[in-house]
């Protein structure tokens, strides 16, 4: 907030700055702590709003669940003011810990880029619903502080005389971040401090955006058809397995998110589905044409698709809905 207000001030025709505090409500300081950011802000001449976190707090996944509380309340307020772009000070250390993080949870490239620099706020709110309010698509995240490490920030607050609060859940154990955060200085000393683990999320990136332009030549490669709202994706079987893993993996979960409309597949589970279609279709192409007939056919349902592997083509649709149990 501090540099955003040296930014603007240093233009001619700068924009409209709006601070908001997000209250999780989960600390008896954080309301304390809210008015505290809405002073520093009329000083700063920015408008300040605080968004709460009202209701029931879940007993696991605390952490990620006010994570996405917070996303969606930050858009709320963004939309209500008509802003197009919301900053975040994510630093370099918060770049580093989630590179730990996800190699912790087994993601994937996709997962291992980390934060981008710039990205679609809808990227960072997992509910299927927000992506289809008023104004959400256009909204912006950046991180304008993303290459900076914390001790920066923190210097520039204490020689300006700007006092700060400290989150004691960032240390908390009971949050695997905050374990991980504790191994970052053993870590460093090996050589893999916060500067290695950003540079590996960026060069991941890079290779990320290679692989991505790919999945779209090879999406036009091997459609039977162009992929219109509502209709069945049709891939040429053959093909799609012939295409390198890591785009055929891409492209299958490409093709599911078109076709259901659900947020993206869990990685494992989008593997074990090519494995399968993989498997099947390496003993379609062994077996004799007789026996090809009868054992060439897949068919499964993963995140609202139905996804059918029959005659050399694969199908991508929406599932059917569930009928329900009549009652006896």
Not at 85 to 90: G, K, P
Not at 223 to 236: R, Y
Not at 258 to 274: C, I, Q, S
Request: aromatic share 2%; charged share 25%; glycine share 8%.
């Amino acid at each position: 907030m501090v540099l955003a207000a040296r930014w603007r001030a240093g233009l001619s025709q700068g924009p409209q700055l709006i601070a908001v505090t997000v209250d999780h409500r989960l600390r008896a300081e954080s309301g304390r702590e809210a008015q505290a950011a809405k002073r520093l802000a009329q000083r700063l001449g920015i408008r300040h709003r605080t968004m709460r976190w009202t209701g029931k707090k879940p007993q696991t996944g605390l952490q990620e669940a006010a994570r996405a509380v917070r996303y969606r309340l930050l858009a709320a307020a963004a939309r209500a003011a008509g802003a197009r772009h919301i900053l975040t000070a994510h630093t370099l250390d918060d770049q580093a810990e989630t590179v730990l993080l996800r190699m912790a949870r087994g993601s994937g490239l996709t997962g291992l880029a980390a934060m981008a620099r710039e990205t679609p706020l809808m990227e960072q709110i997992p509910d299927p619903g927000a992506a289809r309010r008023p104004g959400a698509g256009s909204l912006v995240l950046v991180r304008p502080l993303l290459e900076l490490p914390k001790a920066r920030l923190i210097a520039t607050l204490e020689a300006s005389r700007i006092s700060f609060c400290d989150d004691p859940s960032n240390r908390d154990p009971r949050f695997t971040r905050a374990r991980l955060r504790e191994l970052m200085p053993m870590l460093a000393g090996e050589g893999l401090d916060a500067e290695r683990l950003a540079l590996l999320a960026r060069r991941l990136r890079r290779a990320e955006a290679t692989i991505e332009l790919a999945v779209g030549v090879a999406a036009r490669a091997v459609s039977d058809a162009a992929w219109t709202n509502g209709d069945p994706i049709l891939l040429d079987a053959e093909k799609f397995i012939r295409l390198p893993a890591e785009v055929a993996l891409r492209l299958l979960g490409r093709a599911i998110v078109h076709a259901a409309g659900e947020p993206p597949v869990r990685l494992g589970r989008l593997e074990a589905l090519y494995e399968v279609l993989a498997e099947s279709n390496s003993q379609s192409r062994s077996e004799s044409s007789s026996v090809r007939r009868g054992h060439d056919r897949v068919r499964r349902t993963l995140a609202g698709a139905l996804i059918t592997l029959a005659g050399g083509r694969l199908t991508i649709e929406r599932a059917p809905p569930r009928s329900k149990p009549g009652r006896r």
